[in-house]
């Protein structure tokens, strides 16, 4: 049975989100473990320029509306030339192009990675792309394995969950310490406490809501400050400055780009929170990467009702849920944790335990080549 594999990894997506750093991680553990990778993505993005940095070879696709025919051309001549073993696409757009080219050049194992909970029509185009064209599904959260199964009837057997995978560090700052450092960046007293957020700052992650919650219970946390890390749309950024200045918070609360950071901020926040909202009623997050982060790092985390964050935060246990977009529920979670300590350094060693069992980018990377060699069997037509 073959041990090693080429993979091509295909993507439209541009930004430097949990998906490209889940492609890009998930990359470089596959390489570490002797497969050989290729990446084909839009040039000049994150992940095209840290694959190609890194030494992936590196392919320039489009996947823009009007380049479909260009695109399926180029992919098609990529896999055959580079006869890969896997071609895994990722991004609604790179999908369905990737697949019937990957179907089209006989490439023996096409996976479709859906990373976002967010409903998907049963339309002939998609059934096509879900039952014809991939062998398997990837998704990160089990409501979207259960939505997808249930759209178009997807035997168990075809779709897996299989969240993010986390690259744990070598070590981690103290936790004064990294507060203190942080203090030190925003300039402010060595002595202040923070709740943060760190992330993709937009509208869908509900940021707002942190800043509401904590216009609520400002008086009650004399000494904390709000951190808010990430990057965002200028309109988006400029509408949390604005609502910041109308609650009368503004002085406490702070805007930094992360700069690869995050591990400092997630040792730093005495309260790590996610406020994902839904979208037209739909979930659209999946397991996110920035709570596992947090949850390793021993921060407290709190996370809305939403998508794959429930299948992580188990309330009481491993953190805290609130009510979706419900400000005053978020605003008493994080009194409940920042007062009853008792409580909350018991749900911050399970939290901990869980990602160390389950969420490591070792423990992904085992239960992905698992499926392939399932795969190489099915092929070879070996008993179990």
């Known amino acids: 049975m073959k041990s090693h594999d080429k993979i091509i990894h295909t993507t439209c997506n541009t930004q430097w989100t949990d998906l490209e750093k889940r492609i890009f991680s998930e990359s470089l553990w596959m390489e570490q473990n002797g497969h050989k990778i290729i990446i084909a993505a839009p040039k000049d993005t994150p992940l095209f320029s840290k694959a190609k940095q890194h030494g992936f070879k590196v392919y320039g696709i489009e996947f823009r509306r009007f380049s479909t025919i260009r695109d399926y051309n180029l992919l098609k001549n990529i896999f055959y030339n580079e006869k890969p073993d896997i071609v895994n696409t990722h991004g ?58 249930k759209k178009f009837k997807i035997n168990h057997m075809r779709i897996f969950s299989m969240p993010n995978g986390i690259t744990l560090p070598d070590s981690l700052l103290d936790r004064d310490e990294a507060r203190k450092a942080l203090a030190a960046e925003i300039e402010l007293d060595p002595k202040t406490r923070f709740i943060g957020f760190a992330g993709e700052i937009s509208k869908k992650k509900g940021v707002s809501t942190i800043l509401r919650a904590f216009k609520n219970i400002k008086s009650k946390l004399s000494g904390y400050n709000v951190v808010i890390a990430g990057e965002g749309s200028k309109k988006y950024l400029n509408f949390l400055h604005n609502l910041a200045k109308d609650l009368q918070i ?70 805290l849920l609130f009510k979706t977009q419900d400000p005053f529920d978020l605003a008493g979670k994080i009194l409940q944790t920042l007062q009853d300590k008792t409580a909350t350094k018991k749900r911050v060693e399970k939290a901990h335990e869980l990602v160390i069992k389950k969420h490591s980018i070792d423990k992904m990377g085992r239960d992905i080549i698992r499926i392939y060699r399932l795969h190489q069997i099915k092929l070879s037509h070996q008993p179990f």
Request: charged share 25%; glycine share 6%; net charge neutral.
């Open 92 to 149: 609604d757009k790179a999908s369905g192009i990737s697949l019937y080219a990957a179907k089209n050049e006989d490439v023996p194992l096409r996976i479709l990675s859906k990373h976002t909970s967010t409903h998907v029509k049963n339309s002939w185009y998609n059934r096509i792309i879900y039952k014809k064209l991939c062998h398997y599904i990837f998704t990160t959260a089990d409501c979207t394995t259960k939505h997808l199964q």
């Open 250 to 319: 503004e002085n406490r609360v702070h805007f930094v780009r992360p700069e690869e950071k995050a591990w400092l901020y997630y040792r730093g926040f005495d309260c790590k929170i996610l406020p994902s909202k839904d979208i037209n009623g739909v979930p659209f997050e999946g397991i996110p990467q920035a709570l596992l982060e947090a949850m390793y790092c021993s921060c407290p985390v709190i996370g809305s009702e939403s998508g794959g964050i429930i299948d992580i935060i188990e309330h009481e246990k491993t953190g």
